[in-house]
């Protein structure tokens, strides 16, 4: 018997151990995803998916989407910045609310459109000025724009507001 | 029948069935004869159907969706009958089928069963997390939706890294274009099937090069390792491993069989590395640098100045994919902040300057990972301790060895990878551990092959 042989034999008897762990593994995993019954994986419907996977926002993405006209593009503001320059409670609340932002854009997507930018409020006011009427999605917390020349608010509700800016 | 059981069903029969079924007409009219065995056919089909159909799909969505775009499946499904009858009559020389048993499909129906369950527990969420819904989903979404006017503005400001290949996003517009509305949970079908693929592909190459005993045993060490948390999710690193594979695989069966099929099937799975994500532009390379080497060393035939022609018309694939890629980002002025940051510092000027203090950081980061039995499976330093082995027999003899020219990519790769993570624009300890295990995955599959060949290898019958 040559070194070689010897040597990848006890390489391939090794191997048995990882590969024996990961049919082990994989096991537990197929058993741990049974709590998952077959029939919520493949018969909800979409309503139904889209309830669960939204929870407690359900009816708020239901409200943000009738507020839209229709193929709107929103912009929302993006929430930036170094977690360590917030107190505990306000960064809860931004992380909450970024959920809640993402949710939103990519759940209604393309109705309506969402997107963020940093300093959301002035480039609508840009866009607006450039002749293109734009919304502006404001959440809590966000800059808020007062009823002027430009601006109209197209919807009040407690968790949102919707905005329109129009060239003046 | 309930409403989400007919979506599903319609979207595996329109994203799934239809583009493979698609692909096996046309890797059978490029000439793979049907005795390849069904692993193989299956796999080059989807990812050449996949391909192909993305290219068609991107022309649709520029020239602002001519047709409904229902007809895609159908007329797929058309055409790749029509092809795969041509093929048969076309009077492709038979051969005797490729000797296989069984029981040699057990490993691969084995771990089969755990990624199509983790997928189907998947996909109860939507696509609302992480790279596969802030990356490709939205990616996917605003090409479909958006006007052409407001595309370039949705890019910037609704997709996460917008400058990332288009593949995904257009494997994922196949099913918004089928269902005609933009989908947020069956979107991932087509790309977790790419995991069958893959499997199907590994089983196929571990058991023509290597006993069946231990191609099971690098088999499940696979399934176990980082592709069991990635083989449901929707991003693109299962798609460029496959990729990969295919395209390692289809330069080395060029080589044993002289057929002119592989050659013309490796620079498809080029293309489709390439498109799949930017570690792409990466992994062409090295596969061409080892294999280009590979065959000097072990003494390449002399061939007609027509015959390197004809071959080399190949090439414009990858490069056609690579150029439209350049033009999109050109056109919509998007870049990746890795090749040049925001203080304008490029790749190789941060890998220097860098050097000392984060090299260490990777290489203990890279330790750990192959050490750790429950990510890497060991599989990764095997290799070395295999070529060692295969070493003290075969010394100066290993250049003619295939194994060797695997193994050359996977560690090219991974010492590729490690540079990059050196010169990382962002905070490496955050680098490292969102993206390392996942991009190791590339070149997994290749590292198996390797393996398995290295350990226990078995003749060839060409």
């Known amino acids: 018997m040559s070194i070689s042989l010897v040597l990848r034999l006890l390489l391939g008897c090794a191997l048995v151990w990882p590969a024996a762990d990961a049919v082990s593994f994989l096991y537990q995993r197929v058993v741990g995803n049974a709590v998952t019954p077959w029939s919520d994986r493949l018969t909800l419907d979409v309503d139904e998916k889209m309830r669960r996977a939204t929870r407690e926002n359900a009816d708020l993405l239901a409200e943000v989407r009738a507020a839209c006209p229709p193929d709107s593009v929103a912009v929302a503001e993006l929430i930036s910045g170094n977690p360590e320059d917030y107190e505990p409670a306000e960064l809860m609340r931004l992380a909450r609310q970024v959920g809640l932002i993402d949710q939103l854009r990519v759940l209604l997507f393309p109705n309506p459109i969402i997107v963020r930018r940093p300093g959301a409020k002035s480039y609508v006011e840009q866009r607006a000025a450039s002749g293109k009427p734009t919304l502006y999605l404001w959440l809590p917390g966000n800059e808020r724009p007062k009823p002027s020349a430009g601006w109209e608010r197209l919807h009040q509700a407690m968790m949102f507001e919707l905005w329109l800016c129009r060239k003046v | ?462």
């Open chain 2, 1 to 462: 029948m309930p409403e989400g059981l007919i979506g599903y069903g319609l979207m595996i029969l329109c994203t799934v069935i239809v583009p493979g079924w698609f692909g096996v007409g046309l890797v059978r009219a490029m000439g793979l004869r049907a005795t390849s065995g069904v692993r193989i056919t299956l796999a080059y089909g989807y990812l050449v159907g996949h391909l192909g159909l993305a290219a068609v799909m991107w022309l649709w969505l520029l020239l602002g969706k001519p047709f409904p775009g229902w007809l895609f499946p159908v007329t797929a499904a058309v055409a790749g009958t029509l092809l795969y009858l041509r093929a048969r009559t076309s009077g492709q020389p038979r051969v005797a089928r490729e000797h296989s048993l069984w029981w040699v499909l057990v490993p691969l129906v084995i771990v089969l069963i755990p990624v199509l369950d983790a997928a189907a527990r998947w996909n109860v969420n939507p696509l609302l997390f992480g790279d596969e819904s802030l990356i490709w989903a939205s990616k996917a979404k605003v090409w479909f939706s958006a006007q052409a006017d407001e595309r370039g503005l949705l890019l910037k400001n609704f997709v996460e890294h917008p400058d990332y290949p288009m593949w995904n996003p257009l494997i994922q517009n196949l099913s918004f274009a089928s269902a005609g509305r933009v989908l947020h949970w069956e979107n991932r079908l087509p790309l977790q099937a790419f995991s069958v693929a893959l499997l199907m592909l590994m089983s196929a190459a571990m058991t023509r090069r290597s006993h069946p005993i231990i191609a099971a045993v690098v088999m499940f060490a696979f399934a176990g390792s980082t592709f069991a948390m990635w083989s449901q999710v929707a991003g693109s690193d299962v798609l460029l491993a496959c990729a990969t594979l295919a395209c390692v695989e289809a330069l080395l069966r060029w080589r044993e069989t002289g057929e002119q099929v592989w050659w013309r099937l490796a620079f498809c799975a080029a293309a489709a590395m390439l498109a799949s994500k930017n570690e792409g532009t990466l992994l062409v390379p090295v596969v061409a640098v080892a294999f280009a080497a590979h065959w000097w060393l072990a003494g390449a035939a002399p061939q007609s100045l027509g015959q390197v022609l004809r071959r080399a018309l190949w090439l414009l694939l990858p490069l056609g994919t690579w150029f439209a890629h350049f033009v999109h980002n050109s056109t919509y002025e998007l870049g990746n902040t890795l090749v040049k940051d925001t203080s304008g510092r490029g790749m190789l000027t941060r890998i220097t300057e860098q050097f000392s203090t984060y090299a260490p950081q990777v290489g203990q980061f890279f330790y750990e990972y192959c050490i750790d039995v429950t990510r890497s499976r060991w599989i990764l330093p095997a290799t070395l301790l295999a070529a060692i082995a295969v070493l003290c027999r075969e010394r100066l003899r290993v250049r003619r060895s295939p194994a060797f020219v695997l193994l050359a990519v996977t560690w090219m790769t991974v010492c590729g990878y490690l540079l990059v993570f050196v010169g990382t624009p962002s905070d490496l300890t955050w680098h490292l551990g969102t993206a390392a295990d996942r991009i190791l995955l590339h070149v997994l599959p290749v590292a198996c092959v390797s393996l398995a060949m290295m350990i226990w290898p078995k003749k060839l019958e060409v």
